[in-house]
């Protein structure tokens, strides 16, 4: 994955007329009623147990590769889970609230996350649908200022896909405000 990462900044930011940034995934841990759940979205492959929460599935860089396993996406909300790459990250973890109907309300969305093709811009956002558009979708459906410091990436560095799931969140608020 990091290879593919350096790969995909590099195109974009020649194409962007700009420097190389590091990249950064985002998940979410959400500590409720003495649990803690573990949030993200992760190819099916990578995890093997059978417990491991996944709530929804979607397809991987071109829509009809999702049929195979090889190409597919899951979101989890794993009740005492684990996130396999917490320990490579960088200057986090970041608490982004206390507040417990938020944290209710992030556990309740996570079913109904628009499961786009990882990778494009099916949605029309201007950008990649991808793990950072997961985290980005449920903190600002949840009523989180995603404005705030605490959900900007490290310095120097981008989350592709954040402004994406900032986007369909925003649509869908609109929606249902009609």
């Known amino acids: 994955m990091r290879g593919s990462g350096r790969l995909y900044e590099a195109l974009a930011a020649a194409r962007q007329h700009r420097g190389r940034s590091a990249l950064y995934h985002s998940a979410l841990i959400v500590h409720l009623d003495g649990d803690a759940y573990a949030i993200e ?5 990578a995890v093997r147990d059978p417990d491991r929460g996944v709530v929804a599935e979607g397809p991987v860089g071109v829509a009809s590769w999702g049929r195979s396993r090889l ?14 790459d917490l320990v490579a990250a960088v200057d986090s973890p970041r608490r982004v609230s206390t507040d417990e109907p938020r944290a209710r309300r992030v556990l309740e969305l996570v079913p109904s996350f628009p499961t786009a093709t990882w990778g494009r811009d099916e949605l029309r ?4 649908w991808n793990s950072n558009s997961l985290t980005a979708w449920l903190l600002a459906q949840s009523g989180h200022d995603t404005e705030t410091d605490a959900f900007r990436p490290p310095a120097g560095g981008r989350a592709p896909g ?3 799931g900032l986007v369909v969140a925003a649509r869908t608020t609109a929606d249902h405000d009609r």
């Open 162 to 164: 954040w402004s994406a």
């Open 41 to 45: 979205m992760a190819p099916v492959w």
């Open 71 to 84: 190409f597919r996406y899951e979101i989890r909300c794993w009740r005492a889970g684990t996130i396999p």
């Open 125 to 128: 956002t201007g950008e990649m």
